[in-house]
């Protein structure tokens, strides 16, 4: 397993440290890494440990950044990575396009809380996002649509044996108080200043060091803490060191540590670092400080920008050595439990592990229903090629009743009719990209399923090359002559899947029956495809005259008549006609309902529309009417489907409105005497 770490650059910094650690730990257990950064001061341990590093300006924040793009794919083939780790936004938004088209898993690590939505959306797009407090989380959760199963928290560590515990009857000789961190107006240096004020009143000899390094953009706000120190009157007292290598060294002098940040820190490693070394610690009462902080118990937390209660703090474990005692045992006591470089890191590996080894694939096919039906055999021989991958449908609301209990797919996602507009599409693809997708198979294959599958950004996306289809990252020529089921498996072979066999197939489901059948020989006729394709419907005379030909010569046998909504007024006067009515079920049940209802007939006859394939996948023996339709590219062979068509020279016209005739002239050629002798064999 190969794994490329991608961060802004190699300095001062709880991520840098945590780096550092991380390709050291690895480096003997089968995991190696290699790190990409600007450079910077830890470069060099890094060679010294034998880790490969890349030098690329990805800390820039800039639009310009993006044309490293090329050059990050670049060193991904070279280095065979499995896997980038992202740490930062911009260094983000490269590797996410530079692993797309590639066999390399994009993964995230959030250590920050991010407040630009659009800069920093690309950190909730890896397969998992990595977050090193609950905070962190949460926010990744509700501001970035996260979901929870992407999710890992995993905080940041410490390694025991390089700090070392010290016990704080031995530090109560030390006049030093540290506070660790880059010099940033976030860090709330100047209340910490302030507030220290009060501790030199008491003891003029105590001193406050101050670790960490300012960038050019900071420097401004370095001169603004130097000038309170001057007009305090404390520059004997306090002092900036910048850059420190060995924080350990720091720690182990120091009678206090103090975080004074004023906004949410994402972790505050530094805090278990000095519950490892024995300094008790007081920290801002805010993000990842609460969680590791219990107040009194392990540490003290002070209300953020209050200089008061912040010298308030220090002096109460200046003159009460015996509690601060208390703090540090206790503290030493939860990082053992809770922060172990070791523990933290195997949690690290194992998220390697599953990102590997877990396939996330989307198949699209939102409409319309018999499309639906005919794709059920792919999902299948998805599932069997790829039986640990979580499979996702994309398909229309209205259609989600019918997927009850579906065994091939793990998650149903569903559009509504408008979802061809293009704020729709928009706001839908952000959504989906947020799924993190390997593989986006599209079967819907229009102009809005190829833009979906192109903007959701999965790794590949395939599908066939007719509209838009040159969006998509693998494509093949659409091939009209064949049947769905080729159809699709054309689209799957560039997956290397194929269909074991070519047949519609149906579940089990846990829909309960949602209308009372007799107990009798049941037929189901479906009286109209849709209220478009009025060319499609066999006319209702004819229907008729079959549904007396069936009380007439089928005793015991019950008619039902199936369709939807629209399809009752056509029920009600088919009915009128007959001196005894059929069972209506139309518009009476909803799609899991109507299988259900389907599995009990004995026969099915209907014209060309979703109901077929169905009845067909059911299993159930299906009579099919054809008219402007070609059944040969509209139907899969089989030996429960019985197909009529009658061939005239304006045959197959695939006209919503025959040209000829009220309903529909080849349909009329169809004669329900013929249907029937068709409907009584099957009855033997």
């Known amino acids: 397993m190969r794994i490329m770490q991608i961060l802004p650059a190699m300095n001062i910094g709880g991520i840098e440290r945590g780096v550092i650690d991380l390709v050291k730990y690895f480096k003997d257990r089968g995991v190696d890494n290699i790190v990409v950064s600007s450079g910077g001061r830890l470069v060099e341990e890094l060679e010294k440990q034998g880790i490969t590093h890349y030098k690329l300006p990805v800390h820039r924040k800039s639009i310009f950044s993006l044309l490293y793009i090329r050059k990050l794919r670049e060193i991904i083939r070279k280095e065979n990575i499995d896997i980038v780790h992202a740490r930062s936004r911009v260094p983000a938004w490269i590797s996410f396009f530079a692993t797309r088209t590639t ?46 199963e992407k999710i890992k928290v995993i905080p940041r560590w410490v390694d025991l044996a390089k700090f070392n515990f010290c016990d704080y009857q031995s530090r109560a000789q030390s006049n030093l108080i540290v506070s660790i961190g880059r010099i940033s107006s976030t860090k709330g240096y100047e209340y910490l200043i302030e507030g220290f004020r009060r501790v030199v009143r008491f003891n003029p000899y105590f001193k406050l060091k101050i670790i960490g390094s300012a960038d050019k953009s900071k420097l401004r706000y370095l001169d603004y803490l130097k000038s309170l120190v001057s007009r305090f009157s404390l520059n004997y007292n306090v002092e900036f060191i910048g850059f420190k290598k060995d924080i350990e060294d720091a720690l182990s002098k120091a009678r206090v540590l103090i975080a004074p940040s004023v906004i949410e820190e994402s972790f505050g490693r530094v805090v278990i670092e000095a519950f490892a070394c024995g300094v008790p610690v007081i920290a801002s009462n805010l993000g990842g400080f609460k969680e590791i902080i219990e107040q009194g118990k392990d540490g003290i937390l002070v209300e953020p920008k209050n200089s008061e209660a912040i010298g308030q703090a220090i002096l109460q474990l200046v003159k009460d050595p015996q509690y601060a005692q208390r703090l540090t045992e206790c503290a030493r006591r939860k990082v053992e439990r809770f922060y172990a470089s070791e523990q933290c890191l195997d949690e690290t590996k194992k998220v390697y592990e599953s990102t590997i080894s877990g396939l996330n694939i989307l198949v699209v096919k ?12 792919s999902l299948k021989a998805i599932r069997q090629a790829y039986p640990k991958a979580k499979i996702s449908l994309l398909t229309s609301r209205k259609y989600y009743s019918l997927l009850d209990g579906c065994p091939y797919v793990d998650k149903i996602i569903t559009v509504e009719d408008n979802y061809k507009k293009f ?115 066999w006319p209702a005379r004819h229907i008729v005259r079959l549904i007396e030909l069936i009380q007439k010569n089928l005793p015991g046998t019950k008619v039902l008549l199936f369709g939807e909504e629209q399809s009752k007024k056509l029920a009600t006067e088919i009915e009128a006609a007959l001196k005894i009515p059929p069972i209506s079920l139309c518009g009476k049940t909803t799609l899991g309902g109507l299988a259900q209802a389907l599995r009990r007939l004995k026969v099915f006859i209907t014209p060309d529309t979703a109901t077929l394939h169905l009845a067909m996948a059911i299993g159930i023996p299906v009579v099919a009417l054809f008219g402007p339709t070609d059944p040969s590219r509209h139907t899969v062979e089989a030996s429960n489907l019985s197909t009529f068509c009658q061939k005239l020279p304006c045959s197959f016209c695939y006209k919503p409105k025959c040209k000829f005739s009220e309903s529909s002239l080849c349909l009329e050629k169809i004669t329900p005497q013929e249907v029937f002798n068709k409907l009584r064999s099957l009855f033997k």
């Not at 959030?110 to 990595?130: E, F, R, T």
């Not at 990744?140 to 996260?146: L, S």
């Not at 939102?366 to 794709?375: A, E, H, K, P, R």
């Not at 149906?506 to 009025?534: D, H, K």
Request: hydrophobic share 40%; net charge positive.
């Open 103 to 148: 066999q390399t898993h994009f993964i995230t690590t959030a250590h920050g809380v991010y407040k630009s939505p659009l800069s920093s959306d690309v950190m909730g797009w890896g397969k998992y996002v990595i977050c090193p407090s609950k905070v962190v989380a949460r926010h990744m959760k509700e501001q970035f649509g996260v979901s929870d």
């Open 423 to 537: 704020t729709n599409l928009c706001k839908l693809s952000k959504n989906l990209r947020r799924e993190s997708f390997d593989y986006i198979i599209d079967f819907q294959n229009n102009h809005a399923s190829h833009l979906i599958s192109f903007l959701s950004f999965g790794r590949y996306s395939f599908g066939y090359s007719l509209r838009w289809g040159k969006l998509l990252s693998n494509r093949i020529t659409c091939k009209r002559n064949l049947d769905p089921l080729s159809s699709q498996e054309s689209i799957l072979e560039l997956l290397g899947v194929r269909l074991k066999e070519k047949k519609l197939i149906f579940w089990e489901t846990n829909n309960r029956a949602e209308v009372n059948l007799p107990e009798a020989n049941l037929i189901g006729i479906n009286i109209a495809a849709s209220s478009r394709w009025v060319s499609k419907n």
């Open 366 to 377: 939102i409409s319309s229903l018999g499309d639906l039906i005919l794709s059920f055999p």
